[in-house]
């Protein structure tokens, strides 16, 4: 697959959220081993390995649901690192997980509808008991902001259709959805186009790269599609065994003989013979 | 002491049988047997006709009992339910097991008919001989019991361990998907497995008669007391469940030689001895987070189960929110027609109307902890029990008028509820079950059996109000209290907050991503259920005017949930059918029917629960969807030309399947 794609370069040296030294043990495995990763705004960071490199391990704990064995996560300076999820979602995280965490009992539109909300109008959750608000047609800005992301994601043919039983690329796509719509500063995203043909993988990096652009996210991005990650990643960090092996721009990366031995090579070399 | 401890031993080697039964078919199926005490009743009444009704001596009977009938019972459960539930949601599980335990009792009562003196024979040869080793006195159904365990585990083990059928058992505990690639019939060897489990139901009851009686609610206790080991075991490990049963056992008696027999507290603490075991083993699993929900089967199995195959598909855009939807008139004519039963009935069966829509109150509290936050608690009677016994307390004894009473009363009952919330939170959905029915249970012989609560089982007297002391103005009362409440769940559900408690419902991980918060959703729920029950429970003394705590029993809350599930666990007015169908269906039979029939309303309802293996989105939401279908069919031949185009929803009813399949993408073009 070819991913040509215009990254975004309104890049800031400060970083929205950062790992220092994070070790994770479970039990006498060393999941993950002194990892360092920084990711500014408005910027595109890929993150690549081998199966049980440690990536999902590394999001679960920069996005508070692993706490690390030692090291520490910061956000905006900050250190989050005893945070729990809700808290560091509320400083502008989002997250996507390797196998989708749908509510399946919610509509498609009913995913993007409650993440608006939890980000824009949180206090609905008590105040709608009272005032009877759920009752009535949602306000135009939600609206137009759930329907922008539905239309976007092309999602808007099955906005009401209940998660449960969706094929595995569209629950990504809502899971996706769902986290650009509390309108994230940073945006952790694991696997996204797994699941997604060439055609709608094409589209879903337009997509990505265009928040970035207009909004400054940080994305911080695992895949397994290395030309998705290569085409659209300002810095590319691959993990071994918990160990981070390489990082810099994909073109230092794809050179990286390491790089090339421990995990890319094959690929690479296709995709160039190919190319 | 000793022959407390062999006494202790007796009792505790009956719940070791049956808590190696849960346990095995647990493991090897992922169903939790809440139909256990029945089966059990089932062969020991069956027993006892064969040995005292038809004259058949002792080991005859037992062989015929144990060997054809139970295994027959146990082979015919599994064709007709239990084959049908492995992939079902916890729910679905239980509320179907339980409906087996509701219906299987009343059948073989209906068969086998109805004892007027409970009292039975074991094992053993009557009289009973006694021996007397080391001063301590054991009698032959005693040493029975013994025999009994040491039958099960030398031969379980044996079979287990060292034979063809045990490697197969052992295989389909690990994985069924595995199993049947390697060439076993996963289903031969659960049938197996069933009929196995039968027969130690079987065996548990018929040594357990000489003690309890063939009574229902004898087995029942044994089953729940059984419990308490297979939590302790953690659902899993057969030598803890057994070593845990055989501690209980003797703890319970052992503890008789401490107590007071004239002190009525003793006779409060025994039957609790079981259950505040389950409580620690609970609260010490919950608290090193080992009281989670656990994976059934191996990764293949876990790879191919169908997600969310019984999730009610309930569909709230706002588009479906005209006066005219199903959604609104369905429920507006189950009012309507509950409104003009007051109008048309006589006082009698006005009463028994009003009872059914004061019960529909209750129920809306299932509605809220199951149908919404999917929460499987079995004490919203307990709840009820509570709000009907403080609200007599305040109107009876204090003066207060009735329906401030209740309102009143209800919050103090809403601290039990969220405490219970936040001690459940950890937990996964069957310990969630057997913890809230072991408060109850608890509940129930602790606190409701106690004086001045409960005045010999008429409890305290509830005065209705003057202006609502007939039967036709009380249920108007009630059926006013119930559309406020029905109407405050919808709203709940429409709201931020619905959206919200339905994510956590179905992923705590992503709602915590999300920024939601867990805790405040589970407490909100379990919080807002337990005023609803408290609420429920006080209306129903208002119709009893009397708090009757025995009513309040958690087995008549499994029943309450039965029924409740199998019409339809998310829905509102499902809470009302629910309620005045429970009411109303016993009296048609009593008054129409001959007596010998009395006990097929209850048969219907355990039927009804048992069908939700099959329709588990409940009665229903299973026909409105057909009508609706059949509407649409209707509507599309008329005017076929008429079709408007595809509007984009491929969930709406009213778009033919073929041009459904157009609309997602991927689907057929």
Not at chain 1, 207 to 221: A, C, K, M, N, R
Not at chain 2, 57 to 81: K, N, T
Not at chain 2, 235 to 253: I, Q
């Amino acid at each position: 697959m070819s991913t040509a794609l215009n990254r975004p370069d309104a890049r800031t040296t400060e970083s929205r959220i950062e790992a220092h030294g994070v070790t994770m043990r479970f039990g006498g495995l060393v999941a993950l081993s002194e990892v360092d990763l920084a990711v500014p705004p408005a910027t595109i960071v890929g993150l690549v390995g081998p199966n049980g490199a440690g990536k999902s391990t590394l999001f679960g704990v920069m996005s508070g649901l692993l706490r690390p064995t030692s090291g520490h996560v910061s956000m905006n300076g900050d250190d989050v690192t005893h945070r729990s999820p809700q808290k560091r979602a509320a400083l502008g995280l989002a997250r996507t997980f390797q196998h989708p965490e749908l509510f399946s009992g919610l509509t498609v539109r009913e995913h993007l509808m409650l993440a608006y909300r939890v980000r824009h109008a949180k206090s609905r959750i008590w105040t709608d008991l009272v005032t009877g608000r759920g009752l009535r047609r949602p306000p135009a800005d939600e609206r137009e902001r759930v329907d922008g992301l539905l239309e976007a994601l092309h999602l808007d043919q099955i906005q009401h259709r209940p998660v449960a039983g969706l094929p595995l690329g569209m629950s990504r796509l809502v899971e996706i959805g769902r986290a650009l719509a509390v309108d994230p500063t940073v945006l952790l995203l694991d696997e996204p186009s797994s699941g997604l043909d060439t055609r709608e993988t094409e589209e879903l990096a337009r997509t990505l790269v265009q928040v970035v652009e207009d909004h400054g996210v940080s994305l911080l991005l695992v895949e397994h599609d290395v030309d998705l990650v290569l085409g659209m990643c300002h810095e590319v960090h691959v993990l071994d065994f918990g160990v981070k092996i390489a990082a810099g721009p994909p073109e230092e990366v794809r050179a990286n003989a390491a790089v090339r031995a421990a995990y890319l090579g094959e690929e690479i070399e296709q995709g160039e013979h190919s190319a | 002491m000793l022959s407390y401890v062999l006494a202790g031993l007796s009792l505790g080697a009956i719940y070791a049988i049956a808590a190696s039964s849960l346990v095995v078919t647990y493991v090897s199926s992922g169903i939790f047997n809440f139909a256990f005490g029945a089966m059990a009743f089932a062969v020991a009444r069956f027993y006892y006709w064969l040995n005292s009704q038809h004259g058949w001596s002792i080991w005859p009977a037992a062989a015929v009992s144990l060997l054809v009938f139970a295994p027959l019972l146990g082979a015919a459960l599994y064709g007709l339910l239990f084959r049908h539930l492995r992939l079902r949601s916890p729910v679905v599980k239980i509320v179907a097991t339980i409906g087996v335990s509701v219906a299987l009792p009343e059948l073989v009562k209906l068969i086998l008919g109805d004892l007027a003196d409970a009292t039975a024979p074991g094992l053993a040869e009557r009289p009973l001989q006694v021996f007397h080793p080391f001063n301590a006195a054991v009698n032959m159904d005693q040493v029975f019991t013994y025999v009994g365990l040491l039958v099960v585990l030398v031969v379980g083990v044996s079979v287990l361990r060292f034979t063809d059928v045990g490697l197969k058992v052992r295989a389909l505990v690990d994985s069924e998907a595995l199993t049947a690639l390697s060439g076993t019939s996963p289903s031969r060897v659960s049938l197996g497995v069933w009929a196995a489990s039968a027969s130690l139901a079987g065996l548990a009851g018929i040594l357990l008669a000489p003690t309890t009686g063939v009574s229902v609610e004898g087995m029942t206790l044994l089953m729940a007391a059984a419990f308490a080991a297979v939590v302790a075991a953690r659902l899993r490990s057969l030598p803890l469940a057994v070593g845990v049963a055989l501690l209980m056992g003797v703890v319970t008696t052992v503890i008789q030689k401490y107590l007071d027999p004239s002190d009525p507290l003793s006779g409060q603490i025994v039957p609790s001895i079981p259950f505040a075991f389950m409580l620690l083993f609970l609260l010490y699993y919950a608290v090193r987070g080992l009281a989670g929900d656990s994976a059934q089967g191996g990764a293949l199995d876990r790879a191919i189960r169908p997600e969310g195959a019984d999730t009610p598909v309930v569909v709230r855009s706002e588009q479906r929110r005209g006066w005219l939807s199903p959604s609104v008139v369905g429920p507006i004519i189950t009012v309507v027609i509950a409104a003009i039963m007051p109008l048309v009935f006589d006082e009698y069966w006005t009463g028994l109307a009003a009872g059914g829509i004061c019960l529909g109150i209750a129920l809306l509290s299932y509605t809220l902890v199951t149908g919404e936050g999917g929460m499987i608690w079995l004490c919203q009677i307990t709840f009820a029990g509570f709000g009907a016994i403080l609200a007599a307390e305040l109107a009876g004894s204090h003066g207060w008028s009735p329906l401030v009473a209740i309102v009143v009363g209800a919050v103090f009952v809403v601290p039990i509820g969220v405490v219970l919330g936040l001690l459940t939170i950890r937990l996964g959905n069957l310990y969630v079950a057997l913890v809230t029915l072991t408060f109850g249970l608890l509940a129930s012989n602790l606190i409701f059996t106690r004086d001045p609560y409960y005045n010999f089982g008429q409890g305290t007297f509830m005065p209705r109000p003057d202006w609502a002391f007939d039967n036709q103005t009380f249920a108007y009362v009630a059926l006013a209290a119930f559309v406020i409440l029905a109407l405050l769940i919808v709203n709940l559900r429409r709201s931020t907050a619905g959206l919200a408690l339905n994510a956590v419902r179905w992923s705590e991980t992503g709602s915590r991503t999300l920024g939601l918060s867990v805790v405040q959703m589970k407490v909100l729920v379990s919080g807002l259920a337990t005023y609803v029950a408290a609420v429920g429970g006080g209306f129903l003394a208002l119709n009893y005017q009397a708090s009757l705590p025995d009513s309040f029993n958690p087995f008549i809350g499994l029943i309450w949930l039965a029924v409740l599930v199998s019409i339809g666990s998310r829905s509102v007015v499902a809470a009302l059918v629910a309620g005045l169908v429970f009411a109303l269906l016993p009296g048609v039979f009593a008054a129409y029917l001959p007596t010998d029939w009395s006990h097929l309303p209850t048969i219907l309802f355990g039927l009804g629960a048992i069908m939700l293996a099959r329709n588990p989105e409940g009665a229903i939401a299973q026909n409105a969807r057909q009508l609706t279908d059949l509407a649409v069919r209707l509507r599309n031949r008329r005017a076929p030309q008429a079709a408007d185009p595809p509007s984009g929803r491929v969930d709406d009813p009213a778009v033919p399947a073929t041009e459904k399949e157009q609309l997602i993408p991927g689907g057929r073009a």
